[in-house]
């Protein structure tokens, strides 16, 4: 454990202090803050603090001096989790794993860490190749340590960590190959470049998890890796499996908890990528489903449906509705507007939950009252209509016709308002 000076604990306090702040800070503030935090991320209160600041610290990617714990990590980034270990699977890294992970490393091979401490505190980060030079014997040193470790200790050492770092080279070298993250689809090349790193594993008797897991990991779309194993005749690791269904796990209860405050549009475009995700897990896994699985599908379809049916069909007809209101808000009219493009883009995924004829009667109940105003507005006597000939209310309606059912269904309504409108 690292030891801090009373000077350095005072300092530590006083950035804390901070935390409360920090996520509205102005970014020359916050990366200040940041880098004076930097020397104390192995302290409890500080780790907590860094995941707090995740999403900001990705945005802004505020530089880092080479450290050989950071480096150590590289491998195996994509798979941490913040999440408290007893809460995992084994298909992901727990954050508070790496301290002990670290201070076992420092204790068997104490000489060759602080070799490659000395080596890398000469090293700067304009020099990536030599950095990465010295990770690959770091990663060597200390995944064939861990993976020993971890089969004598398994709660103490996780057996990833080490799967991975034996697997460093391939897994460094898939990420210069495909550098974006998440990445959509694979070609063939880079598909091509996953199946020589597994076969090199192999070939060296070596597992394959790390990689294949590091790869799913930077994966828009796991599940696509089992389609590419299998069509490249390799052996589909169980593992990967169950990372794809803790992945699927993890999607529904991000999606659950955006219920009660996404708006009717992202709600209908996570509710579709839920479904999609889903069906994609089903094909890809095949008749080998898990034990289970068939349950927590249908606990996902049921959360999609309360949720599309509550959140997006139910309140569309007072929603929407609100823009043959003489006196509606422009907020109000850009609501209505949002609300009647999600209503029909839900329309498939409410089919596919039995909610098909419950957004259709919506569809249908809300573009009959948009027709009836529209023919009211059209069957008036000039005179009384003013100079214009149609009113605001008409043109509203014929929009919204436009967003529920497409342009072809608003065309019609749209010529008569405007030949009226001509003829006066």
């Known amino acids: 454990m690292t030891e801090f000076s009373a000077t350095d604990l005072a300092k530590l306090e006083q950035l804390l202090g901070l935390s409360d702040k920090l996520l509205d800070a102005p970014k020359e503030s916050f990366l200040a803050v940041i880098e004076q935090l930097g020397p104390y991320t192995a302290v409890p209160q500080v780790a907590r603090l860094f995941d707090k600041l995740r999403p900001r610290l990705r945005e802004l990617r505020p530089p880092r001096s080479p450290s050989l714990k950071r480096l150590l990590c590289r491998p195996f980034e994509d798979l941490l989790t913040s999440a408290p270990a007893n809460q995992i699977d084994l298909v992901r890294i727990p954050r508070s794993a790496i301290g002990a992970c670290w201070e076992f490393l420092n204790r068997r091979a104490a000489g060759e860490i602080a070799g490659l401490e000395r080596r890398l505190a000469r090293l700067s980060a304009s020099e990536p190749e030599r950095v990465y030079e010295l990770g690959e014997a770091l990663w060597s040193l200390a995944g064939h340590l861990l993976l020993d470790a971890s089969s004598q200790k398994p709660k103490e050492v996780p057996a990833l960590i080490g799967q991975v770092l034996v697997a460093a080279g391939p897994v460094e070298r898939f990420k210069r190959e495909v550098p974006t993250t998440p990445f959509a689809i694979l070609g063939k090349a880079e598909g091509a470049c996953l199946v020589e790193g597994i076969m090199g594993l192999r070939g060296r008797g ?95 379809e049921k959360t999609v449906r309360t949720a599309i049916g509550t959140r997006v069909i139910d309140p569309a007809p007072e929603a929407i509705g609100i823009v043959l209101e003489a006196d509606a808000s422009p907020d109000s009219l850009r609501a209505a507007e949002a609300h009647a493009r999600a209503l029909r883009r839900v329309t498939k995924t409410a089919a596919s939950v039995g909610l098909g004829d419950r957004a259709e009667a919506a569809i249908s109940e809300i573009r009959g009252r948009f027709v009836a105003c529209i023919d009211e507005e059209l069957s008036r006597p000039r005179a009384a209509a003013g100079l214009r000939g149609v009113g605001d209310a008409a043109y509203r309606a014929i929009r919204m016709i436009e967003l529920l059912a497409g342009p072809e269904a608003a065309r019609p309504h749209l010529i008569a308002a405007l030949g009226k409108t001509a003829a006066r």
């Open 206 to 300: 070596l597992p394959i998890i790390g990689l294949v897991l590091a790869v799913a990991a930077r994966a828009q779309s796991p599940a696509a890796l089992i389609d590419l194993l299998r069509h490249d005749e390799a052996d589909v690791p169980p593992e990967l499996d169950a990372f794809v269904v803790s992945e699927l796990a993890e999607l529904a209860a991000e999606f659950e908890d955006k219920i009660a405050t996404a708006g009717p549009e992202t709600l209908a475009r996570e509710a579709e990528t839920m479904l999609n995700a889903l069906e994609e897990v089903r094909k890809a896994i095949g008749g080998a489903l898990p034990p289970g699985f068939e349950q927590r599908s249908f606990g996902i």
